[in-house]
Protein backbone atom coordinates (compact mmCIF):
# COMPACT_ATOMS: atom_id res chain seq x y z
CA UNK A 1 0.00 0.00 0.00
CA UNK A 2 1.10 3.64 -0.97
CA UNK A 3 2.34 5.64 2.42
CA UNK A 4 3.25 9.02 2.84
CA UNK A 5 5.41 10.52 5.56
CA UNK A 6 6.08 13.78 6.22
CA UNK A 7 8.71 13.38 9.57
CA UNK A 8 8.22 17.47 10.63
CA UNK A 9 5.65 17.69 12.96
CA UNK A 10 6.30 21.79 12.95
CA UNK A 11 8.27 24.05 11.38
CA UNK A 12 8.44 27.81 11.90
CA UNK A 13 10.39 30.36 9.56
CA UNK A 14 11.26 33.92 10.05
CA UNK A 15 9.03 36.30 7.66
CA UNK A 16 10.82 37.04 4.22
CA UNK A 17 13.49 33.91 4.53
CA UNK A 18 12.95 30.54 2.99
CA UNK A 19 11.42 26.95 4.40
CA UNK A 20 11.48 23.29 3.13
CA UNK A 21 8.93 21.37 4.16
CA UNK A 22 9.71 17.33 3.90
CA UNK A 23 7.68 14.39 2.52
CA UNK A 24 8.80 10.86 1.41
CA UNK A 25 6.20 8.32 -0.27
CA UNK A 26 6.45 4.54 -0.89
CA UNK A 27 5.08 3.34 -4.04
CA UNK A 28 5.25 0.62 -6.91
CA UNK A 29 3.85 2.45 -9.27
CA UNK A 30 5.99 4.24 -12.19
CA UNK A 31 3.30 6.89 -12.83
CA UNK A 32 1.64 8.84 -10.01
CA UNK A 33 0.73 12.31 -9.10
CA UNK A 34 2.35 14.37 -5.99
CA UNK A 35 0.93 17.37 -4.53
CA UNK A 36 1.40 19.87 -1.58
CA UNK A 37 -1.93 21.39 -0.02
CA UNK A 38 -2.54 24.22 2.66
CA UNK A 39 -5.21 24.19 5.44
CA UNK A 40 -5.15 27.26 7.22
CA UNK A 41 -7.00 28.16 10.28
CA UNK A 42 -10.29 28.44 7.80
CA UNK A 43 -9.81 24.43 6.99
CA UNK A 44 -10.06 25.07 3.45
CA UNK A 45 -7.98 22.97 1.67
CA UNK A 46 -6.27 24.88 -0.80
CA UNK A 47 -3.74 23.68 -3.50
CA UNK A 48 -0.54 24.78 -3.61
CA UNK A 49 1.55 22.77 -6.32
CA UNK A 50 1.32 19.51 -8.46
CA UNK A 51 3.71 17.08 -9.70
CA UNK A 52 3.34 14.52 -12.07
CA UNK A 53 5.84 11.58 -11.58
CA UNK A 54 6.67 10.85 -15.04
CA UNK A 55 7.80 14.90 -15.46
CA UNK A 56 11.53 15.21 -14.59
CA UNK A 57 11.10 19.09 -13.92
CA UNK A 58 10.04 20.36 -10.95
CA UNK A 59 6.93 22.21 -10.67
CA UNK A 60 7.04 25.73 -9.61
CA UNK A 61 3.95 28.10 -9.10
CA UNK A 62 5.34 31.79 -7.49
CA UNK A 63 6.84 31.66 -4.55
CA UNK A 64 6.62 27.90 -3.92
CA UNK A 65 8.58 25.25 -5.34
CA UNK A 66 9.26 21.33 -5.01
CA UNK A 67 12.68 19.07 -5.60
CA UNK A 68 11.27 15.79 -6.67
CA UNK A 69 13.16 13.10 -6.62
CA UNK A 70 11.94 9.90 -8.04
CA UNK A 71 14.44 7.22 -7.64
CA UNK A 72 14.74 8.55 -3.58
CA UNK A 73 10.77 8.63 -3.63
CA UNK A 74 11.00 12.36 -2.05
CA UNK A 75 8.58 15.21 -2.74
CA UNK A 76 9.86 18.54 -0.83
CA UNK A 77 8.35 21.68 -0.81
CA UNK A 78 10.56 25.15 -0.68
CA UNK A 79 8.52 28.14 0.60
CA UNK A 80 10.63 31.39 -0.79
CA UNK A 81 10.45 34.52 0.60
CA UNK A 82 7.70 33.48 3.18
CA UNK A 83 4.74 35.46 4.29
CA UNK A 84 2.21 35.53 6.70
CA UNK A 85 -0.42 34.29 5.45
CA UNK A 86 1.78 31.12 4.84
CA UNK A 87 0.97 29.92 7.95
CA UNK A 88 -0.89 27.12 7.96
CA UNK A 89 -0.97 23.07 8.03
CA UNK A 90 0.82 21.51 5.18
CA UNK A 91 -0.40 18.19 3.39
CA UNK A 92 2.12 16.06 1.36
CA UNK A 93 -0.44 14.08 -0.68
CA UNK A 94 -0.29 11.06 -3.58
CA UNK A 95 -2.74 9.73 -6.36
CA UNK A 96 -2.04 6.98 -8.35
CA UNK A 97 -3.09 6.60 -11.80
CA UNK A 98 -4.78 3.14 -12.05
CA UNK A 99 -5.89 0.34 -10.07
CA UNK A 100 -8.34 1.16 -6.95
CA UNK A 101 -5.31 4.12 -6.63
CA UNK A 102 -7.76 6.71 -7.52
CA UNK A 103 -7.82 8.31 -3.88
CA UNK A 104 -5.60 10.96 -2.54
CA UNK A 105 -3.38 9.33 0.23
CA UNK A 106 -2.06 12.11 2.34
CA UNK A 107 0.85 12.44 5.08
CA UNK A 108 -0.14 13.53 8.62
CA UNK A 109 1.37 17.13 8.34
CA UNK A 110 3.14 19.68 8.61
CA UNK A 111 2.51 23.26 10.62
CA UNK A 112 4.26 26.04 9.50
CA UNK A 113 4.59 29.15 11.73
CA UNK A 114 5.54 32.51 10.24
CA UNK A 115 7.50 35.00 12.40
CA UNK A 116 7.03 38.41 11.84
CA UNK B 1 -19.75 30.55 -7.08
CA UNK B 2 -18.13 27.92 -4.63
CA UNK B 3 -16.97 25.06 -6.76
CA UNK B 4 -17.63 22.56 -3.91
CA UNK B 5 -19.67 23.28 -1.28
CA UNK B 6 -20.98 21.49 1.69
CA UNK B 7 -23.59 22.07 4.37
CA UNK B 8 -24.49 22.47 7.17
CA UNK B 9 -20.70 23.64 8.53
CA UNK B 10 -21.03 22.77 11.61
CA UNK B 11 -23.18 20.24 13.52
CA UNK B 12 -23.24 19.24 17.09
CA UNK B 13 -25.87 16.55 17.91
CA UNK B 14 -26.01 13.77 20.87
CA UNK B 15 -25.27 10.60 20.59
CA UNK B 16 -27.69 8.18 18.62
CA UNK B 17 -28.86 11.00 16.46
CA UNK B 18 -29.19 10.76 12.69
CA UNK B 19 -27.48 13.57 10.39
CA UNK B 20 -26.67 14.41 6.81
CA UNK B 21 -24.19 15.93 4.98
CA UNK B 22 -24.69 17.29 1.94
CA UNK B 23 -22.08 17.69 -0.81
CA UNK B 24 -22.41 19.63 -4.65
CA UNK B 25 -20.05 20.22 -7.26
CA UNK B 26 -19.97 22.81 -9.55
CA UNK B 27 -17.11 22.15 -11.58
CA UNK B 28 -18.38 19.17 -13.97
CA UNK B 29 -16.54 16.69 -12.23
CA UNK B 30 -17.19 12.53 -13.07
CA UNK B 31 -15.41 12.15 -9.07
CA UNK B 32 -16.90 12.68 -5.73
CA UNK B 33 -15.05 12.04 -2.21
CA UNK B 34 -15.56 11.94 1.52
CA UNK B 35 -12.30 12.56 3.36
CA UNK B 36 -12.59 12.28 7.63
CA UNK B 37 -10.06 14.61 9.27
CA UNK B 38 -9.42 13.52 12.80
CA UNK B 39 -8.61 15.61 15.68
CA UNK B 40 -4.59 15.29 14.60
CA UNK B 41 -5.50 16.79 11.73
CA UNK B 42 -5.00 13.24 9.78
CA UNK B 43 -7.29 13.23 6.74
CA UNK B 44 -8.05 9.42 5.40
CA UNK B 45 -10.70 8.60 2.33
CA UNK B 46 -13.98 6.99 3.23
CA UNK B 47 -15.74 7.19 -0.08
CA UNK B 48 -15.31 7.93 -3.75
CA UNK B 49 -18.22 7.80 -6.39
CA UNK B 50 -17.33 8.04 -10.09
CA UNK B 51 -20.20 9.44 -12.05
CA UNK B 52 -22.50 8.17 -9.36
CA UNK B 53 -21.01 4.51 -8.86
CA UNK B 54 -19.19 3.89 -5.62
CA UNK B 55 -15.60 3.01 -6.13
CA UNK B 56 -13.84 3.45 -3.45
CA UNK B 57 -15.12 2.32 0.17
CA UNK B 58 -12.79 2.11 2.95
CA UNK B 59 -13.15 0.37 6.39
CA UNK B 60 -16.04 2.25 7.92
CA UNK B 61 -18.68 1.27 9.27
CA UNK B 62 -22.32 0.80 7.77
CA UNK B 63 -23.45 2.84 9.59
CA UNK B 64 -22.28 5.77 6.87
CA UNK B 65 -24.21 5.93 3.84
CA UNK B 66 -23.09 7.74 1.14
CA UNK B 67 -25.53 8.90 -1.67
CA UNK B 68 -25.15 10.17 -4.97
CA UNK B 69 -28.44 11.07 -6.69
CA UNK B 70 -26.15 12.47 -9.48
CA UNK B 71 -22.92 13.24 -10.54
CA UNK B 72 -22.78 16.94 -9.00
CA UNK B 73 -23.78 15.41 -5.74
CA UNK B 74 -22.82 13.27 -3.05
CA UNK B 75 -24.36 13.14 0.34
CA UNK B 76 -23.21 11.34 3.65
CA UNK B 77 -25.80 10.48 6.12
CA UNK B 78 -24.52 9.33 9.28
CA UNK B 79 -27.06 6.72 11.37
CA UNK B 80 -26.39 6.18 15.44
CA UNK B 81 -24.03 8.81 16.66
CA UNK B 82 -21.03 8.52 18.25
CA UNK B 83 -18.45 10.31 20.20
CA UNK B 84 -15.73 8.74 18.19
CA UNK B 85 -17.43 10.40 15.08
CA UNK B 86 -16.67 14.11 15.85
CA UNK B 87 -14.39 15.11 13.23
CA UNK B 88 -14.36 17.51 10.37
CA UNK B 89 -15.88 16.35 7.19
CA UNK B 90 -14.44 16.76 3.58
CA UNK B 91 -16.22 16.41 0.92
CA UNK B 92 -13.53 16.85 -2.55
CA UNK B 93 -14.64 16.51 -6.38
CA UNK B 94 -11.59 16.01 -9.53
CA UNK B 95 -12.07 15.54 -13.17
CA UNK B 96 -11.77 11.75 -13.18
CA UNK B 97 -10.41 8.80 -10.70
CA UNK B 98 -6.77 8.80 -11.60
CA UNK B 99 -6.98 12.07 -13.28
CA UNK B 100 -6.01 15.31 -11.37
CA UNK B 101 -6.06 17.03 -8.11
CA UNK B 102 -8.73 17.32 -5.31
CA UNK B 103 -10.74 20.24 -5.05
CA UNK B 104 -12.21 20.47 -1.67
CA UNK B 105 -15.23 21.66 -0.21
CA UNK B 106 -15.08 24.05 2.92
CA UNK B 107 -15.61 21.02 5.75
CA UNK B 108 -18.24 20.18 8.13
CA UNK B 109 -17.45 20.22 11.29
CA UNK B 110 -19.46 17.56 13.34
CA UNK B 111 -19.43 17.40 17.13
CA UNK B 112 -21.45 14.54 18.66
CA UNK B 113 -22.03 15.42 22.62
Known amino acids: AQTVTQSQPEMSVQEAETVTLSCTYD???????LFWYKQPPSRQMILVIRQEAYKQQNATENRFSVNFQKAAKSFSLKISDSQLGDAAMYFCAYKGVGGSQGNLIFGKGTKLSVKP | DTAVSQTPKYLVTQMGNDKSIKCEQN?????MYWYKQDSKKFLKIMFSYNNKELIINETVPNRFSPKSPDKAHLNLHINSLELGDSAVYFC????????????FGEGSRLTVL
Open chain 2, 27 to 31: LGHDT
Open chain 2, 92 to 103: ASSRGPFTGELF
Open chain 1, 27 to 33: TSESDYY
